[in-house]
């Protein structure tokens, strides 16, 4: 018998639902949360720039859109941050983020391509690290998980890497 | 079929030189298209331009038979080696177990010329296009039937129990079946139902798109020219929009049929155990094999006329490299009940009955927000109408008219939507004007993701999106719990397979 394939009574499927997910270290809030700063920073040029060519009216509605959409991100970064997490199983590998949209996303081993880290100039201030894990379909099918300590980032890499080259 | 030898280096048929040739002066052609119109209407530079395509044609002529003499390739157990490059030498080693999929191909000129291209496939490869150009017929098929072999050879299961079962499958399935054969009736069948108004919008779109490279040389032209006739352009501004209305769907029909008839001429589609055979075209004749076990998935489309006539199309969808997407895309233009059932049992040899699927069906969320959406989407159009005419109480009833149709038809697409899935594939039945059903095998997939917003938690709905190597579909608002359940059962499926699955 090469290939087992008995039929499966609903409760013996192993559930997704019950794994533990390991979350992200505190820095990689901090790090999003300054990006995010950043950004707004610069976007504020284009605010300014606003303000010779727009009536008082104009500007005060273009405030409150900016303003809530600010505050939108700014619940999505900090409640969202709590919902994020990773988790390992013996077959696969799970992500899960979002707050506003929560997503879980699932690789099996046996159908990772390679994986690769890499490390930016500010993840590296931050001692962060990013995994990503390559499927055959193109980008729409890969896995990024950032904002992981290098060592987890390696350790997982290598884990991942050694598990989807025992199928073939 | 022995007298071919492909262990040594081969070269190409000699005629290659002008199949070479004829590809070097298109790519030329419409590298230059832009230059040569500009400069044979502008008066001054008109006779540099014909030295310069006269030097370029000799200086073409050359490189292609260079190219021609340094194009070498051969053929052993593992691997295909093509040599080629007049300056930098390139030499390309395919491993045979990653070709996808081996195509003869004739286009007109190598059509006269009696000779055959022969294209190879491969996963995830860059968007070099791996070709042997100019081959003679019989060689260009030993060369396929043996690439086939060796390929197939690599595919079988190494332990011996396996293989002798799957030798005799092999020869219990060897026989090719034909499966659809088009004669010209049907293919005109096939013309007319066409969605006419799509492919008049595609032409429009890629006219834009390749006049767009030139506006810079006809801009002025036409500046010029509207101006001239502009005041009578606008005097007959209403029998101008239906003379082009009536001009767009005559020019899409009659592209409809050209192109139906260019693509599915003498369409032949053919299958045994091991892969499809499909061979199509009128002046580009196209043949492909298709090995079964590198299908990621199938999907049935048809649309209400082509339903009454009791017949659909069917995509094959196999994984492709982000650069050639589309590229992979086959399709058998015509298949009636009996043939999908023939594909179904060759396909998917588990379980077809129907008492093993059991039926999801999407959340009564999802009529409403589909018709919330649709009706959303018509109010910029009511606005701008109602702002330019001031027709308000007309425009708010046609308006009220349009939403009332919309919910009918989120309702109906809502009663349209079914998920079948059993052991051994999921199959999503969806829409009613352009009915889609897609076929999938559990262990196709490769990631599997559930995502839900923060409106969505309350009524426990979810959607599932799936992705194989040839792209993916969404479960849209589906039950939380059925969707957990589904992605449990599809990974535990995936995860357990061991066979080949690309």
């Known amino acids: 018998m090469l290939l087992e394939n008995l039929q499966l009574e609903k409760s013996d499927l192993p559930l997704l639902e019950n794994v533990d997910y390991s979350p992200h270290p505190k820095d990689y809030r901090d790090m999003r949360l300054l990006i995010l700063m950043i950004v707004m920073f610069l976007l504020s040029g284009f605010w300014i720039m606003q303000l010779v060519f727009l009536n008082m009216t104009a500007m005060g509605v273009i405030f409150l859109i900016w303003l809530g959409l600010l505050s939108l991100i700014l619940l999505e970064e900090i409640k969202g941050f709590k919902k994020r997490g990773y988790a390992l199983r013996q077959r696969d590998i799970t992500y899960k983020k979002g707050f506003l949209i929560h997503s879980q996303t699932t690789i099996p081993f046996n159908r990772v391509q390679h994986c690769e880290t890499t490390q930016g100039p500010l993840s590296r201030a931050f001692g962060l690290m990013s995994l990503k894990v390559f499927t055959a379909g193109g980008a729409s099918s890969d896995l990024r998980i950032s904002g992981l300590r290098p060592e987890e980032a390696n350790r997982l890499k290598d884990f991942i890497t050694e598990a989807s080259s025992t199928y073939e | ?502």
Not at chain 2, 82 to 100: A, C, E, H, W, Y
Not at chain 2, 239 to 268: R, W
Not at chain 2, 375 to 386: D, Q
């Open chain 2, 1 to 502: 079929m022995s007298e071919y030898k492909f262990e040594e280096f081969n070269h190409q048929n000699i005629l290659g030189v002008v199949i070479i040739f004829a590809q070097s002066v298109r790519k030329m052609l419409n590298a230059y298209l832009a230059f040569f119109a500009y400069s044979i209407f502008s008066d001054g530079i008109g006779k540099y331009a014909w030295w310069f395509f006269g030097i370029s044609l000799v200086f073409t002529a050359v490189t292609s038979v260079l190219k021609y003499r340094n194009f070498r390739f051969k053929l052993d157990d593992t691997q295909l080696v093509l040599n080629s490059g007049i300056f930098t030498k390139d030499v390309m080693n395919i491993p045979l177990d990653r070709i996808q999929s081996v195509q003869m191909h004739q286009n007109f000129i190598q059509r006269i010329l009696g000779i055959t291209g022969l294209k190879i496939d491969t996963a995830g490869s860059s968007s070099e296009e791996l070709e042997i150009p100019a081959l003679k017929r019989e060689k260009a098929e030993s060369l396929l039937e043996l690439l086939k072999g060796k390929i197939r050879n690599e595919d079988l299961p190494k332990s011996d129990e396996r293989r002798e079962e799957s030798s005799e499958v092999l020869e219990k399935k060897s026989l090719k079946e034909t499966l659809v054969n088009l004669d010209f009736k049907a293919i005109l069948v096939l013309a007319i139902t066409e969605n006419h108004i799509r492919n008049g919008l595609i032409a429009v779109a890629f006219i834009m798109g390749y006049a767009g490279q030139y506006l810079d040389y006809s801009e002025q032209f036409v500046v010029d020219v509207f101006d001239d006739y502009a005041p009578e352009l606008v005097e007959s501004g209403i029998a101008l929009i239906i003379v082009f209305v009536f001009t767009f769907l005559f020019l899409s029909v009659l592209l409809s049929f050209i192109q139906v008839i260019l693509k599915f001429f003498d369409f032949k589609a053919e299958v045994d155990g091991q892969s499809f055979y499909i061979s199509s075209g009128l002046i580009k004749r196209n043949e492909f094999t298709i090995p079964l076990k590198k299908i990621q998935f199938l999907e049935w489309k048809t649309n209400l006329l082509r339903k009454r006539l009791g017949f659909e199309s069917i995509s094959i969808h196999q994984g492709r490299s982000v650069e050639s997407a589309g590229k992979n895309l086959l399709e058998i233009p015509s298949c009636y009940s009996e043939q999908t059932e023939k594909v179904m049992e060759t396909l998917y040899t588990e379980l077809v009955d129907d008492d093993y699927f059991f039926l999801l069906q999407p959340h009564t969320y999802q009529r409403v927000f589909r018709a919330l959406v649709l009706s959303l989407f018509g109010i910029p159009f009511f606005l701008i109408a109602l702002i330019a005419t001031e027709e308000f109480v007309v425009f708010s009833g046609l308006y009220l008219v349009y939403v009332f149709v919309m919910i009918a038809a989120a309702e109906k697409y809502y009663q349209s939507i079914n998920l079948w899935v059993n052991e051994e594939v999921i199959i999503y039945e969806r829409g009613w004007i352009f009915p889609k059903r897609t076929v999938v095998k559990l262990h196709k997939f490769q990631t599997v993701e559930l995502t839900q917003t923060v409106f969505q938690a309350k009524r426990n709905i979810c959607h599932l999106t799936f992705s194989t190597a040839a792209g993916g579909r969404s479960f849209r608002f589906f039950d939380k719990n059925e969707m957990e359940e589904l992605r449990d059962f599809v990974l535990y499926k995936t995860e357990s397979f061991t066979g080949k699955w690309m």
